[in-house]
């Protein structure tokens, strides 16, 4: 976290448009873009950088060095008609990429309560992750793809643009799912 003694090179830099509430946890030397609008429970870790339009909100959790791009959505509500505004989370590891207007929910009560995101993970403009995700380390994500909710997708995994995945599905480790496939059942490690 920025303490107020800290060095130039460790301080936030924040646009004055940015709207960080007091209660957000910002580590050292996190960029935070225009009109980016980060939330009370929110934590972001030491590194990051947040482009302009970035929304934050919810309990959510970025470790350091991720790249968040331009009006992308991280921990809204998990798109679920039981959900009643429960406290549940997100978590996002160490250097994501997540691209422009990316959305990624946090977790559901009926679910694990939590939705989580590896390490060193890209995700593409447009694709989406839906609440109570498991997404591995080192996972890519294809343009405008989706991950439906509940759904558990192993290291290494690479989703085509355009791709989607249905709910409570389980893709294996180092699987390819080539662009504009529709997958409806688990599909075993290595396969394409």
Do not use: W
């Amino acid at each position: 976290m920025t303490r107020p003694d800290a060095p130039p090179s460790a301080q936030v830099r924040r646009h004055p448009t940015a709207l960080v509430d007091p209660g957000a946890r910002i580590g050292d030397s996190v960029v935070v873009g225009p009109y980016a609008v980060i939330g009370p429970d929110v934590e972001v870790g030491a590194g990051s950088v947040l482009e302009s339009f970035v929304v934050i909100e919810g309990h959510t959790v970025l470790g350091p060095d991720n790249r968040i791009g331009t009006g992308a959505v991280l921990g809204g509500e998990p798109q679920d008609v039981k959900y009643r505004g429960e406290p549940t989370r997100l978590v996002l590891g160490r250097g994501n990429r997540v691209g422009p207007y990316v959305i990624v929910h946090r977790g559901t009560p009926g679910g694990h309560g939590v939705t989580v995101v590896g390490d060193e993970c890209v995700l593409e403009p447009g694709s989406h992750i839906g609440h109570d995700c498991t997404v591995g380390s080192r996972v890519r994500l294809g343009a405008g793809s989706a991950v439906a909710g509940h759904t558990v997708i192993d290291d290494g995994v690479e989703v085509g643009p355009l791709a989607g995945i249905h709910q409570f599905t389980h893709v294996g480790r180092l699987a390819r799912i080539e662009g504009h496939a529709i997958v409806t059942m688990d599909v075993p490690p290595f396969a394409v």
